[in-house]
């Protein structure tokens, strides 16, 4: 049905009859590492280096010397449909014919172990950090660190002194709940066969409230069928006529498959009612995973979610959404960046020191500008501010203030942030990318109250902070991470997929990447040694 699936017969084949290679030091894997296309069926490591690495602090000895162990990657590999890649991304059918009668060849059979090696690598990386660099893929929108190489070194480790790989590896971290859901809703999504092949409703105008007909007939049962729930009884008049019910009814579904929400069945509606799964929209749902696994690895249960595409700021505690708000997020022009911070400070009635990129379009200012003098420092009240190389421009603090009454800060190269606005009609808009980057909120002071509960400061202390009008950092306790997330599919509290608009148009870019060959990320190696210069360690498993 889609692009990652292959046949399970290879898997079969390497769980049955996957056979060890052999034990002790093998100047074959030396050779081996050290050639650029080693591996079996023109298949590529995915980084030389880490395995130069890991295989040096074994003395050069061979892995996969035991049915068992073998065995035991090919049940960890047997699961990695379910967290959303494809079986060929850790070279499953290679593995599946090579591990049925093992090469004889030396140098053959080091690429072999090679393989197995490299698998096990791929699966600790991808399911830690994601099958691709966020960096690689776009270097504008995504930001993170290189990975660390001594985790994936670890976590290979791990997963070699165990009996069982995937029950160790499962265990390294708790994966968070919205992670979870989606995949359980991709999994659910899939699942659905009836909805495949359904006969086409046919086409005419568009539908909507006080229509009446047998297309009618046909939309209410479509819809009551990709709902899984019944709608209200209907006797057979009522059943020919759009009311008030249908309508609410095909409204959920647009809201769900990322539609305007007019509750009128026109094109759109109509083709997601003909074909309500398909292959685009599952991997829709994959790429959004892999988008996930960029910035989860190890989350504590408290953070604060921003989900850019659905347009919300969403606060966690003990791993469940427990507040929640509207947010603005940056135009098309001035895209918000996904990354992963972490927020140690509130500003009440914060200056607005205004980007050179908007000082440019600015001329006259009143006396709520300060312009201060870049060479002498010197600051006076209003004026003229289109001089941007001469004055920096600073908004005082107020309630025409473009960041309002709250900032929330954690402090990034991006110069990205989450605040208050005075433009408040804004919220009310279905489609939300009005800012030059930041993030707007709905509600500041009931945010900066949340964050700050169990301190000095409640809500009626911050307000009389905000009422004074005098600006105040307020330090929190403990620094909460925050993740800026670009989501163009999630699950709903139903558990049901919910399709946004790719109002940024990245999908197309990260899709296209997903579905290729992967050759490699950016790895930190500090701290893992130099792999001609390690010593001759012992045995891992």
Known sequence: MARWRILPF????????????????????????AGTSSLPEGRRMYSPRLLAVFYAARGQRPVWTSRARVGSLARLLAGVEREGFSPEDFHLATLARLTVAPPRDERARAGLELLLSDALLRYVHHTRYGKLDPVQVAPGHNDRAPVAAAQILADMR???????????????FSLPFWYRDLRRALRDYVAQDHLLELP??????????????????????????IAGEPLPAADDETARRFDAGLREAVRELQRRYGLVDDGVVGPRTLAVLNRPIDAARIERALINLERMRWLYAELPPDHLFVD??????????????VWETRAIVGSVEDQTPMFRDRMDHLVINPTWTVPVSIQKGMGWVSQNYLLVDRRS??????GDASNYRRYQLVQKPGA???????????????????????????????????????????????????LLEGSAWDRERIERLIARGRTRHIHLERPLPVLLYYLTVRADAAGRLVFRDDVYGRDPALLEAFFAPVRGTRIDFEGVGD????????DDG
């Open 158 to 172: 791990l997963a070699l002194a165990a009996e069982d790989m995937a029950e160790a590896l499962a265990g390294r």
């Open 200 to 225: 086409p409703l046919p086409a005419g105008p568009p539908l909507g409230l006080g229509s009446r007909g047998e297309r009618v007939v046909g939309v209410r049962e479509r819809v009551r069928l």
């Open 308 to 321: 850019l595409a659905g347009y919300r700021v969403v606060l966690v505690r003990g791993g469940e959404a």
């Open 10 to 33: 290879g898997l079969l084949l390497f769980l049955l009859h996957a056979s060890p290679l052999v034990a002790g030091s093998w100047p074959a894997l030396d050779a081996a590492l």
């Open 531 to 538: 792999p001609l210069r390690l010593g001759q360690a012992g």
């Open 400 to 450: 025409d203030n473009a960041l309002g009454r709250v900032k929330f800060m954690f402090p990034n190269r991006h110069a990205i942030y989450l605040h208050d606005t005075p433009s408040r009609w804004l919220f009310s808009r279905r489609q939300r990318t009005f800012s030059h980057g930041c993030i707007r909120v709905d509600e500041p002071v009931a945010l900066a109250t949340t």
């Open 377 to 382: 420092g010197a600051v006076r009240r209003g």
